[in-house]
């Protein structure tokens, strides 16, 4: 509908000798913050100097343009001093937007503007030895949610989870295994056991011992491969449990290991382009003259660095997917380090280097503001996390059903865990830091997962009531009725402002909103037995499956009782 506004609004400006383009009037289009203001409005101030005119005066004379266009999705055209206010024909848009809704089903709100072009996502990307952190918990969420919006708009996202399974800490890993390790542990909680020898064995005493096996490592030596393989594979078998929990699946899982093949190729290409640079032993590429330090490429010792296997695996996945965006979700601490990657690509002489974008997440914190990854001085695991969340979640339904049968109460529990967590994360603003509340996240009340789990089922269990299946008349549009259908109606537009700044926040507080409009329609307009039961019906139904979509964006799966 806003796209209607904004074209109507060009027509009749450009009547008035005044070119503008759409994405500029859609900056200035607003949502009046009352129904009596329309539904939609345009402020006039901006164009007085221009004509000379006061701004009350123009919104008059676009006005008298407008109403000469035959409008048929809209009551009337109004202005209110500088401003023109739009009324939508109400009753015909509900009509329009409840049939699509409850027509298209899962396909409510999808697009095929993407043409199947490829984005790629490096996400996740866990660390192998390591204990699955919770900035690798961020980027799953995030990146997932990502991933299904652009499929959603006719794209083919490429999920790639780029393993941290090579560098220095790995000479650590295997000189702490060789001296302090046991296997009996090692199979028993690998990721924990690994850890454990990595911190013994990260200390300066031990620092030459380390580098010694990294560097033996990185000339394939056999005995440092092997226990490298081996540990590689113990750690992903752990990661794939989280991942299974958290109902994530990786198109493609890529290795930092990989890179390292091909590393030299690219080292003589930097070179040919007379990037490269020795510095203090090290190979670097000086980017001082563009504001961004400089980025190490080779050590002093000749191993590869996470900068190179980075720029040797942008390359590859180029070649291979020819894609057209190609997003890291990754931390912000590593911001400056993208922006030294995607330079030293483009320098050399990568054209798509600019379709290469950082889409940054911010840190969980805890209560007291302090960062989350370890507290108390010890390392958080994810199974913790998410042992815990699913017993909160436990407790929260044996309040409301104290009889569930277990197999029941397992699988509840699961699903609200993981809305928790997903929403809890997702309705923020990535780039922000944010506050890792389990106990807030689980709450069946206020702006949480379970929460808009709860609303889903309170529609679901309505329409279980009945059997009217008649098609529905519009007699008289409730004001309640109205404001969730415009809201309703705007789906498909918050799904392509998400896309357009990477950020599932819009969809989740939009869902937030959505639950909160039903909800009050809900209360004010009974449905079962009512004149209006059908569209009142069919309604409850738009609604119902334009949440289901929005949580499927997030992640979230929906359940039909709660
Ligand atoms: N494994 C890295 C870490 O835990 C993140 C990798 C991000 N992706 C990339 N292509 N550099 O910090």
């Known amino acids: 509908m806003k796209a209607k506004v904004i074209n109507i609004l060009q027509k009749a400006l450009k009547e008035k000798k005044i070119k503008l383009k759409k994405e500029e009037i859609e900056k200035l289009v607003e949502v009046p913050p009352s129904i009596e203001m329309g539904d939609y409005a345009f402020p006039c101030f901006f164009l007085a100097e221009k004509l000379r005119q006061e701004p009350r005066q123009i919104a008059l004379e676009v006005r008298e343009k407008i109403r000469k266009f035959p409008l048929t999705d809209f009551d009337d055209v109004q202005t209110k001093g500088?401003?023109?206010?739009?009324?939508?024909?109400r009753k015909g848009l509900a009509r329009k937007v409840v049939w699509e809704a409850i027509t298209q089903k899962k396909n409510y709100g999808r697009s095929d503007a993407g043409k199947r072009k490829k984005i790629i996502f490096d996400m996740s990307h866990p660390n192998i030895a390591k204990p699955f952190g919770v900035g690798h918990l961020r980027s799953t969420i995030i990146g997932n949610?990502?991933?299904?919006?652009?499929?959603?708009?006719?794209?083919?996202?490429?999920?790639?989870?780029?393993?941290?399974?090579?560098?220095?800490?790995?000479?650590?890993?295997?000189?702490?295994?060789?001296?302090?390790?046991?296997?009996?542990?090692?199979?028993?909680?690998p990721i924990k056991?690994?850890?454990?020898?990595?911190?013994?064995?990260?200390?300066?005493?031990?620092?030459?011992?380390?580098?010694?096996?990294?560097?033996?490592?990185?000339?394939?030596?056999?005995?440092?491969?092997?226990?490298?393989?081996?540990?590689?594979?113990?750690?992903?078998?752990?990661?794939?449990?989280?991942?299974?929990?958290?109902?994530?699946?990786?198109?493609?899982?890529?290795?930092?290991?990989?890179?390292?093949?091909?590393?030299?190729?690219?080292?003589?290409?930097?070179?040919?382009r007379n990037l490269l640079k020795k510095s203090e032993g090290a190979q670097i590429v000086d980017l001082k003259k563009h504001n961004l330090g400089v980025c190490i490429i080779e050590k002093t010792d000749g191993t590869t660095t996470y900068a190179l296997r980075d720029i040797v695996s942008a390359i590859k996945r180029y070649k291979q997917y020819k894609f057209v965006r190609m997003v890291y979700e990754v931390g912000q601490e590593q911001k400056l380090y993208f922006k030294q990657i995607f330079k030293v690509l483009e320098l050399m002489g990568y054209k798509w280097a600019k379709n290469c974008v950082h889409v940054d997440h911010g840190l969980y914190l805890d209560k007291d503001g302090k960062k989350f990854a370890t507290r108390k001085g010890k390392t958080i695991f994810m199974e913790d996390i998410l042992d815990n969340t699913i017993s909160l979640a436990k407790k929260e339904i044996k309040k409301r059903e104290p009889k569930m049968p277990k197999t029941k109460l397992e699988e509840r529990a699961l699903k609200i865990a993981i809305a928790a967590i997903f929403y809890g994360d997702l309705k923020n603003n990535r780039s922000n830091n944010m506050v890792f509340d389990i106990k807030r996240f689980v709450a069946f009340e206020g702006d949480t997962g379970p929460y808009i789990l709860y609303s889903y089922?309170?529609?679901?269990?309505i329409l279980k009531k009945t059997t009217n299946q008649d098609k529905f008349k519009i007699l008289e549009l409730e004001e309640k009725e109205f404001e969730l259908v415009k809201k309703l109606s705007l789906f498909s537009e918050v799904v392509e402002d998400a896309l357009k700044h990477w950020n599932p926040s819009l969809i989740a507080n939009y869902s937030y909103h959505l639950a909160q409009?039903?909800?009050?329609?809900?209360?004010?307009?009974?449905?079962?037995?009512?004149?209006e039961e059908a569209f009142r019906l069919a309604l409850v139904e738009a609604f119902r499956q334009t949440l289901k979509n929005a949580m499927k964006l997030l992640g979230i799966e929906v359940l039909e009782k709660m």
């Open 82 to 89: 500088p401003y023109i206010n739009f009324f939508l024909d």
């Open 145 to 189: 949610s990502l991933a299904n919006i652009c499929e959603f708009r006719g794209f083919k996202p490429v999920k790639l989870n780029y393993l941290g399974d090579w560098g220095t800490q790995f000479g650590k890993v295997i000189f702490g295994f060789t001296k302090f390790g046991s296997e009996k542990k090692l199979h028993k909680d």
């Open 193 to 272: 056991h690994l850890f454990s020898v990595y911190v013994k064995a990260n200390k300066k005493t031990y620092e030459k011992k380390s580098r010694e096996w990294f560097k033996k490592l990185e000339q394939r030596d056999k005995k440092a491969l092997m226990l490298w393989k081996v540990f590689s594979e113990l750690s992903l078998n752990e990661f794939e449990k989280i991942y299974k929990i958290l109902g994530v699946k990786f198109d493609v899982y890529a290795r930092e290991s990989e890179a390292v093949r091909d590393s030299k190729k690219i080292i003589q290409e930097l070179k040919a």
């Open 457 to 461: 089922a309170r529609a679901s269990s």
């Open 517 to 531: 409009l039903f909800n009050e329609f809900y209360h004010t307009c009974p449905v079962i037995g009512s004149k």
